[in-house]
T-cell receptor, first 116, second 111 residues
Framework: GAVVSQHPSRVICKSGTSVKIECRSLDFQATTMFWYRQFPKQSLMLMATSNEGSKATYEQGVEKDKFLINHASLTLSTLTVTSAHPEDSSFYIC????????????FGQGTRLTVV | SQKIEQNSEALNIQEGKTATLTCNYTNYSPAYLQWYRQDPGRGPVFLLLIRENEKEKRKERLKVTFDTTLKQSLFHITASQPADSATYLCAPHNYGQNFVFGPGTRLSVLP
């Protein structure tokens, strides 16, 4: 299947700093990318959907000014956690779809963010 | 609002037996239902997709059923192996809609 690469896999940052997470589709063009957050022993919670070249659509309760999403090309989307706090510590996962009509999602490896 | 439930948080079975996982949904009429496998600290991996007009789908030792009347999908792993131990997520959805995942069932296959 298609490959989605997420980087970094782990990051530790100080409270108040910003962290950028990259999500790349390696062998296909991802019209749509999704960002999820997952707490221990819980399922994935969709944070936002990003379409190449347009603003991301955020789910209810997700602060768009805190979680900045940029989908500048068909192979790259970034999530920036701004002014991170310990409660932002979580597992962040991206997924990509080849198009609006495609029903299978390909997931990145995930990023473990720890804010100290 | 849409609600997705998976039978149990954790399921332990003996190696060689068939594991059966359940996914129930309410307030929802999905056209598709997908099953994913997630290992600890990793992103989910797609396993199977079944459409509303398909009763059953098979892939090697995996079998999925989809009962739109009961609003339920069953996911079976036959001849289970310790390597099948993981969390399994179901995701009923409609064409072009975002994925909503169930809470997952953590399967442990004991040698």
């Amino acid at each position: 299947g298609a490959v989605v690469s997420q980087h970094p896999s782990r990051v530790i940052c100080k409270s108040g700093t910003s962290v950028k997470i990259e999500c790349r589709s390696l062998d296909f063009q991802a019209t749509t990318m999704f960002w999820y957050r997952q707490f221990p022993k819980q399922s994935l919670m969709l944070m936002a959907t990003s379409n190449e070249g347009s603003k991301a659509t955020y789910e209810q309760g997700v602060e768009k000014d805190k979680f900045l999403i940029n989908h500048a090309s068909l192979t790259l989307s970034t999530l920036t956690v701004t002014s991170a706090h310990p409660e932002d510590s979580s597992f962040y996962i991206c997924s990509a779809s080849e198009g609006f009509m495609n029903t299978e999602a390909f997931f990145g490896q995930g990023t473990r963010l720890t804010v100290v | 609002s849409q609600k997705i439930e998976q039978n149990s948080e954790a399921l332990n079975i003996q190696e060689g037996k068939t594991a059966t996982l359940t996914c129930n949904y309410t307030n929802y009429s999905p056209a598709y239902l997908q099953w994913y496998r997630q290992d600890p600290g990793r992103g989910p991996v797609f396993l199977l997709l079944i459409r509303e007009n398909e009763k059953e789908k098979r892939k090697e030792r995996l079998k999925v059923t989809f009962d739109t009347t009961l609003k339920q999908s069953l996911f079976h792993i036959t001849a289970s192996q310790p390597a099948d131990s993981a969390t399994y997520l179901c995701a009923p959805h409609n064409y072009g809609q975002n994925f909503v995942f169930g809470p997952g069932t953590r399967l442990s296959v004991l040698p």
